[in-house]
């Protein structure tokens, strides 16, 4: 089923969706501005035990230079940028939660996708709260539950943002996939907060 704003998910967590969390003025500024000072990476993965190139762009801003592991590899922490740190307190404010971390994507066209997976990381926290703002190109975000199987799917339009909490990461699976019609990029910024 292919939602369009307010709480995607009907059971076991909670993902809710805010279609115009910021303008249209402002998500085209944020987007230019992001790409442009990011210090983006290509980094290798270790994907059922073998190497692979993310097919993603990113980078991770911790405020307190901690890395992070994910797929076997360790991300080096870079401080937050000026727009990254506006956007964050901006973030904080809709949302009454905290966030010292984030992991910023650019997914170049729509042969850039994410495979299954959960931010389930042991320092994400026990019901980790992730706040995902995305700029640009719009792309669908797929969830399925980890044992009924439920999909849920939303398209991630420019300027909007989707809070991921409770059991979520627990009992969901979600993927970025691929879409060859998509030429244009997408920024997606993922807060969290290490514990």
Known sequence: MLFESGELLPYDGSAVFTPDFLNSTSDMQMFSDIETTTPWESVELTVFGRKVNEPRLSAW??????PYVYSGTSRIAHQFTPVLENLRV???QHTGHHFNSALVNLYRNGDDALGWHADDEP?????????????GAVRRFDLRHRETKE?????LT????LLMSGATQH??????PRQRKV????INVTFRRLV
């Open 61 to 66: 801003m911790n405020s307190d230079g901690r």
């Open 90 to 92: 901006l973030v904080e």
């Open 123 to 135: 320092e994400n926290g026990r019901e980790p709260v992730i706040a995902s703002v995305s700029f």
């Open 151 to 155: 999909t849920v799917k939303v398209d």
């Open 158 to 161: 420019s300027g909007s943002l």
């Open 171 to 176: 009992k969901w699976v979600h993927q970025v």
């Open 183 to 186: 030429r244009a990029p997408r």
